[in-house]
């Protein structure tokens, strides 16, 4: 089984800092992603990471993969409230279906104004 | 386009009851899948389908069954419901994976929240 481990499981910043949060693996993806979620509601895909070395932006938002596609970050700079709900990361295994995603355990971010 | 619709939004079971939670996505995907998400432990996959008549066990399959008939539907049954079956129950759909590599976006339904009395 492949297992995706985020830190912290928490994290509570005010606005305008920058925070960081890590996905790691002992496993090798082929693809990572992640997802916000907001309460109640089902998550929603940030970005798809496909190749080692790979950096994403999105607006404050950088995304980053690990050369050895085991591992990815995220990081916000000047952080909104409304950047706050949980943020889960996905990996797609090697020759996996592509829905067959292992999700890490997510970390909660509150960003108070 | 609904996207991606679940029924019931809450349930309540006692234990041994059986029940059904509907999934229906308007997207025309051939992707559908079935999640639960439990307090600090992200979403694990309970089963998955890549088509029509095409199931697969995820990493939590006990306790669960589906069934795929069309491309639109993807039920989860609960044959007899346990205490540990308590959560909140998530189904995606997808297009499955792109030509460039990565898997597309999974749209999630809103969810249905079991409690197992």
């Known amino acids: 089984t492949q297992l995706l481990e985020q830190s912290p499981q928490f994290l509570s910043i005010q606005e305008g800092e920058n925070l960081t949060v890590y996905c790691n693996s002992s496993?090798?993806?082929?693809?990572l992603q992640w997802y916000r979620q907001e309460p109640g509601e089902g998550p929603v895909l940030l970005v798809t990471?496909?190749?080692?070395?790979e950096v994403k932006k999105l607006k404050r938002l950088t995304f980053q993969f690990g050369d050895a596609r085991k591992d990815s970050s995220l990081h916000i700079t000047a952080a909104q409230p409304g950047d706050t709900g949980l943020y889960l990361c996905?990996?797609?295994?090697?020759?996996?279906?592509?829905?067959?995603?292992?999700f890490g355990g997510g970390t909660r971010v509150l960003v108070k104004p | 386009n609904a996207g991606v619709t679940q029924t019931p939004k809450f349930q309540v079971l006692k234990t041994g009851q059986s029940m059904t939670l509907q999934c229906a996505q308007d997207?025309?995907?051939?992707?559908m899948s079935w999640y639960r998400q439990d307090p600090g432990m992200g979403l694990r996959l309970i089963h998955y389908?890549?088509?029509?008549?095409?199931?697969d066990q995820g990493e939590v399959p006990n306790g669960y069954n589906v069934s795929r008939s069309t491309t639109e539907d993807f039920p989860l049954r609960l044959l007899s419901a346990a205490p540990s079956q308590t959560s909140v129950y998530f189904c995606?759909?997808?297009?499955?994976?792109?030509?460039?590599?990565?898997?597309?976006?999974?749209?999630f339904g809103p969810g249905t929240r079991l409690t197992v009395t």
């Open positions: 996905a990996g797609n295994g090697i020759k996996a279906a592509g829905n067959k995603l292992t």
């Open positions: 995606a759909s997808s297009q499955g994976l792109r030509p460039a590599g990565g898997p597309y976006e999974q749209y």
């Open positions: 389908s890549v088509g029509a008549g095409i199931t």
């Open positions: 990471v496909v190749t080692g070395g």
């Open positions: 496993s090798v993806f082929s693809s």
């Open positions: 997207m025309n995907h051939e992707y």
